[in-house]
């Protein structure tokens, strides 16, 4: 089955820099990569996704990265602020419309330093 | 957008009794259920995967006696620890399919005394 590393496991960025979270994944088939954004407590929340077909997807402060050949893909995050600090899981998927199950990294607890 | 509802939020049991995890999709068809539990500062661990009408298919090494699962309708699954004991205590959540997307539930904190 799918297996998903994700590096770091915490990272403290200094306020108004770059972070940058990175993951790699085992199945050549997965085709959907998901990043999630969960405070403490609270649900996963979707912030960005990336499909196979694509190598880079942005929105605002927030972009993904895939790299198909070397299976990896990472999250970037610029300017972060204090409201950017939570626990960020990546994620990946097999194609399909059924049931297939996404697979998660094992998390990276972001602190953004004010 | 998509909502899952789940309730409770959290729970307070007595070892040895039973538990009942209610996620609804509250605007959509969840044509599937995903069933996690997740340790303080870990990962979202897959217990169980479940779908309208048919019986959940469990991961390796979750007891589907001990935990079972209920997908009677496109809107409403349930998860039921059964004889709850201390080490059952942690985070479930639920994470419903609805076309190509995932929505998760906001949670359920179990704690069994």
């Known amino acids: 089955g799918e297996n998903v590393e994700q590096h770091p496991s915490t990272l403290s960025v200094q306020e108004g820099d770059s972070a940058v979270i990175k993951c790699t994944y085992s199945?050549?088939?997965?085709?959907?990569f998901p990043w999630y954004k969960q405070e403490l407590g609270k649900r996963p929340q979707l912030i960005i996704d990336i499909r196979s077909n694509v190598g880079e997807k942005k929105d605002q402060r927030i972009a993904v990265t895939l790299n198909k050949t070397a299976k990896h893909f990472s999250l970037h995050i610029t300017e972060t602020q204090p409201e950017d600090s939570a626990v960020y899981f990546c994620a990946a998927r097999p194609p399909g419309f059924g049931n297939e199950k996404l697979t998660f990294g094992t998390g990276t607890r972001l602190t953004i330093i004010p | 957008g998509a909502v899952v509802s789940q309730h409770p939020s959290w729970v307070i049991c007595k070892s040895g009794t039973s538990v009942k995890i209610e996620c609804r999709s509250l605007?959509?068809?969840?044509?599937?259920m995903f069933w996690y539990r997740q340790f303080p500062k870990q990962s979202l661990m897959l217990m169980a995967t479940?779908?309208?009408?048919?019986?959940?298919?469990?991961e390796q090494g979750v007891e589907k006696d001990k935990f079972l699962i209920n997908h009677a309708s496109l809107t409403l699954s349930t998860l039921t620890v059964t004889s709850a004991h201390p080490e059952d205590s942690s985070f479930y959540i639920c994470?419903?399919?609805?076309?190509?997307?995932?929505?998760f539930g906001s949670g359920t904190r179990l704690t069994v005394v």
């Open positions: 994470s419903a399919r609805g076309g190509d997307g995932y929505t």
């Open positions: 605007d959509f068809q969840a044509t599937t």
């Open positions: 199945d050549s088939a997965s085709n959907y």
């Open positions: 479940s779908n309208e009408g048919s019986k959940a298919t469990y």
